[in-house]
DNA sequence: AAACAATTAGAAAGCGCTTTCTCGCATTTA
DNA sequence: TAAATGCGAGAAAGCGCTTTCTAATTGTTT
């Protein structure tokens, strides 16, 4: 590998001159410029970028958080998080945070240590004041699908009350009158949300909230199963469930069906996020999108303009919408 | 941050000695190294990763090269070749290829520019002679899913053939005779090897290989609609179905169910890959097994060992194996 | 006790770049 | 024409570490 010093001397200038070409921060007589990039042409000259970062304290890479890459819905987040930093020659470490505390406190340090220009997170268990300390401490940090008072600008999110409420509406409009509702984690932000948009439309419609229809699942497909079942138990009718995530309303779908149960004519489902199987699922899931490569790309351009000096418009809050496949028909008494 | 120097000072020695310590390579004398420890925790001092990797060329980064990250088998790779690599310090820069020469070339030069120690890639487009080149270049590879002649040790791949013969000998038991088959591309040399294990199988039941029960797909869930469509439109009688991957498959089966088809009574279907959604597809996908994340384990294990001095046992070649589900059946006449 | 070998610590060079500082030269102004 | 100004190019310092080389200290051998 050449060094800058080599170009310099093939060019017969100094590196200093070589080092301005390159960076072409401060203006170099013509012909110089042009014997200086000869000689990298010739020489096939790439710069270190290690002694690079070590010179100017910037590594250009920005460190990701995300709870698990073997997710669909994660997936589609580092994509577009990858593709829009690669675009401007930034790279991604990418860590994975299981969520768990330890795991992504780990992930945090690590990538502190690999000298991040910022970070990325789509973060599950991080307290709010370690992300507020995190960014006090200078670093800059986006945050996907999280509200955290007091780092409005880091926030990157998706109104989820509007997808509940969205998911609710479509099956009240279908003329379903006992919708029974299974949720995220109490202590999720975004599965209160659902939740709440959920109620909104109960309430909007002028029917009443009945706790006896909600359960509470962990966003897991077997707590769609459990879900399901449970709410069967309690014996009270509904005709319509809405799943607070695709792998609860997957979950629930195949537990229906092995109680024989035939769909979406015994029970109209609706999932949330839209990720990528929910078009796999048979019948075919209508369910809330959630726009998370939108976000993540967003959240990179915050990044980007944050510390790159870039001006992208950025924008914070994003709009879920509807899906309507084949998981939810009329109801007919 | 401090450094180095200041932990030095506090401790009374020089940053030798520092160095020494942190490194643990030589010895140092035990009052000094305690002294060290001790001026390291009082200042939370952290070596600085860029000037360790200048000073001593290598960035303890992994170059990986994965068509998408938003596919469930490469979110398999991901996690796993992450999560190995992690676990000894090292860390990954991912960069995405797109199935497009100049995009993998793009993205491999832009690892090589980030000073990677080595590179992981599923290179689609790449030619043999590039990957030949870039080894002897002097930067390790090594190639999850493909066999290159010259690099034995550098290869992580599948019996595909005998995933091929698994799937077919599967539905042979069953009772059926008639047996279509939709491949992946023929310049793929996975595609080529689970058909010719196809072919072994019917060979070895007696039957002959008909080519007009053969279609070449892409691997595209669009491709399966296509190729089961075409398949029935040569009119020879087939009662199973086997597809060389899962996209395929669940192509297949939507198309099939769309025709009125009842599944598996009027068609048997097999995939391959085990790819997370064949268990949501409806009938449940009976498919074969592809150890993705073995093999990226172990990929990375053998960067490990070959580029950081490490002792893992590595294992070039992974056995696939049939997963049974609900999609295929009894042959009745 | 003298001569030697074996350890260990410090000084200093070097990794490849960026950037400040300085100086020389050309251009402008009085 | 002399002084003032501006600009571009080179010298050199510095980023924070590793590692070689040298020197000093300790322990070993006869």
Redesign the interface.
Known sequence: MPTIYEVAERAGVSLSTVSRVLNGKSSVNKALKERVDQAVKELNY?P????R??AN?R?D?VGVLVP?????F???L??AV??TL?AQ?K??????GRNCLETEKDAVD?L????CDALIMHAEALSDDYLLDLNQNKLPIALVNRKVEGLPNACITLDNEKGGYLATRHLLELGHKNIAYISGPAYKADACLRLKGHERALIEAGLSVNPQLIFNGNYSEEDGKIGLLELMARDLPFSALVCANDWMA?GAISCA?DLGMSLPQDLSIVGFDDV??AH???PRLTTVSNPV?DMAEMSAKYILNKVYGQDHNVQHCFEPSLVVRESTINFES
Chains 1, 2 share one sequence.
Not at 68 to 72: G, I, S, T, Y
Not at 91 to 96: A, D, P, R, S, Y
């Open positions: 790439r270190n970028s290690v002694a970062s070590l304290s590594t890479s698990e890459l073997n997710a669909p994660f997936g589609d580092m994509q990858e593709s690669r020659d790279h991604v470490i990418i860590t994975v690590f502190i240590s690999r000298n997957s069906r990528v199987f796999h699922v048979f490569a």
